[in-house]
T-cell receptor, first 114, second 113 residues
Framework: DSGVTQTPKHLITATGQRVTLRCSPR?????VYWYQQSLDQGLQFLIQ???????AKGNILERFSAQQFPDLHSELNLSSLELGDSALYFC?????????????FGPGTRLTVL | AQTVTQSQPEMSVQEAETVTLSCTYD???????LFWYKQPPSRQMILVIR??????QNATENRFSVNFQKAAKSFSLKISDSQLGDAAMYFC??????????FGQGTRLTINP
């Protein structure tokens, strides 16, 4: 158990809908990262937050947004869902603001868009 | 942009034997970090081992060790005394530290009893 929690474990929804994925980092970790794992794109970085502020953006679609709250949990919002958004979404957390910084992953949320 | 390449989509090994998974990467940076993550059928991403680029000594964690060749930009993972529980997808990853991980495409490792 990495100490990172993600809810829900599975999500099945329809095209055009909106969903929210939730992540709670390890105790004391200030950074949260979101990754998408799909069959054709592999593991792709979406976005990073550090202590409530957006720190880096990757290949995140405009239909997707995220935030990190004062209690450090993070939410990834996916809207106007398309079939191609079906994937495993991981959250990872780490503690350091710079330098050596190992990321520990949550169990993931499997999103299926029908 | 940094890239990570795993040239072996699949590998198999007999139980108790040794296997080496290959990884190469491309970067113009001198300070960075390299990782191997394991993804078993449960799909959980589990850290196996990490290496700091500034350290010449190869990292070791029990049966897992790496061969880090900085000049060649190569970072292979050696698994000794393979066990059935080692069966998984293995991902090589690169980071500049406190920044995103860039992953390779993965190597599926099968352990034959």
């Amino acid at each position: 158990d990495s100490g990172v929690t993600q809810t829900p474990k599975h999500l099945i929804t329809a095209t055009g809908q909106r969903v929210t994925l939730r992540c709670s980092p390890r105790s004391g970790d200030l950074s949260v990262y979101w990754y998408q794992q799909s069959l054709d794109q592999g593991l792709q970085f979406l976005i990073q937050y550090y202590n409530g502020e957006e720190r880096a953006k990757g290949n995140i679609l405009e239909r997707f947004s995220a935030q990190q709250f004062p209690d450090l949990h993070s939410e990834l919002n996916l809207s106007s869902l398309e079939l191609g958004d079906s994937a495993l979404y991981f959250c990872a957390s780490s503690s350091q603001p710079a330098g050596e910084d190992t990321q520990y992953f949550g169990p993931g949320t499997r999103l299926t868009v029908l | 942009a940094q890239t990570v390449t795993q040239s072996q989509p699949e590998m198999s090994v007999q139980e108790a034997e040794t296997v080496t998974l290959s990884c190469t990467y491309d970067t113009s940076e001198s300070d960075y970090y390299l990782f191997w993550y394991k993804q078993p059928p449960s799909r959980q991403m589990i850290l196996v081992i990490r290496q700091e680029a500034y350290k010449q000594q190869n990292a070791t964690e029990n049966r897992f060790s790496v061969n880090f060749q900085k000049a060649a930009k190569s970072f292979s993972l050696k698994i000794s005394d393979s066990q059935l529980g080692d069966a998984a997808m293995y991902f090589c990853a690169y980071s500049r530290g406190a920044q995103k991980l860039v992953f390779g495409q993965g190597t599926r490792l099968t352990i034959n009893p």
